[in-house]
């Protein structure tokens, strides 16, 4: 279990591995303030993480102290500066971050769909500098904290018909080993890139390219990860020693080659 007086965000908390992930830490005793722009699917899962308690008493406890929601648009410095200062209001402290909202609308660079690069951009990596910047200033004052970013495979292999999705994930494991060499040794801010293969997620809707075809059969017909793998090794890396800094985390299927 971790500290139950540790207070942890997550972004794309609506579906995925962003739910999950808040499910699990909140079982390990963590409080939670998620965040996306479903408020729907948060309202469920508020509901799935208090009808984890039995007793009329824990459930409003949950309520109360354990869990918190707001809608957030990643793509909106201020939306990530606003709910990083609701959170700090509520409980005074953030001790991890977990970068999970992120979009794949795979495409061939040559059918120029240009609002869907933008749309990655936006989110894959904007999304991740506005919310790190925001949590910063209080990692910092208290030389502590954990910075999760969910990056992919594709941030270490370029495919065809993912070239820009996968300059996306490769600019967030850069991105993460830039601040751990940043913050670890001096503001002792843990960092971890953690880089999925493929995983039994909504990523696939997203993808409106009719050439990508293929690409999306075959990752329905191969025994893919569940989100719930993905949140294992989140909480592997944040229940490791503060002396232990889990950098890379690259976690495929069985099946996958690639």
Not at 190 to 201: D, H, K, L, N, Q
Request: neutral net charge; hydrophobic residues 40%.
């Amino acid at each position: 279990m971790l500290e139950s007086s540790k207070v942890a965000i997550v972004t794309g908390a609506s579906s995925g591995i962003g739910y999950a992930a808040s499910l699990a830490l909140s079982k390990a005793g963590v409080r939670v303030a998620v965040g996306a722009r479903r408020i729907d699917r948060l309202l469920e899962l508020e509901k799935q993480i208090v009808n984890n308690n039995s007793d009329d008493e824990g459930r409003k406890r949950v309520r109360e102290e354990i869990f918190t929601q707001q809608k957030l648009d990643v793509t909106s410095k201020s939306d990530c500066d606003s709910f990083v200062d609701t959170v700090i209001k509520k409980w005074g402290r953030i001790d991890i971050l977990i970068n999970n909202a992120g979009l794949m609308p795979l495409s061939y660079f040559k059918n120029r769909k240009v609002e869907e690069w933008e749309q990655m951009i936006d989110v894959n990596i904007k999304g991740v500098l506005y919310c790190t910047s925001a949590v910063i200033p209080y990692m910092l004052d208290k030389k502590s904290g954990h910075i999760v970013n969910i990056s992919s495979v594709a941030g270490r292999i370029v495919f065809a018909g993912g070239s820009v999705y996968c300059a996306t994930k490769h600019a967030i494991a850069a991105f993460s080993e830039g601040l751990r060499k940043e913050l670890s040794p001096e503001y002792k801010i843990r960092v971890t890139c953690i880089e999925p293969g493929a995983v039994s997620t909504e990523l696939l809707e997203t993808i409106t390219d009719e050439s990508m075809a293929k690409f999306i059969q075959a990752s329905k017909n191969m025994e893919t990860l569940q989100s719930e793998d993905i949140a294992n090794a989140i909480l592997y890396a944040i229940q490791a020693p503060n002396h232990v800094n889990v950098n890379e985390i690259l976690i495929r299927p069985t099946a996958q080659e690639r």
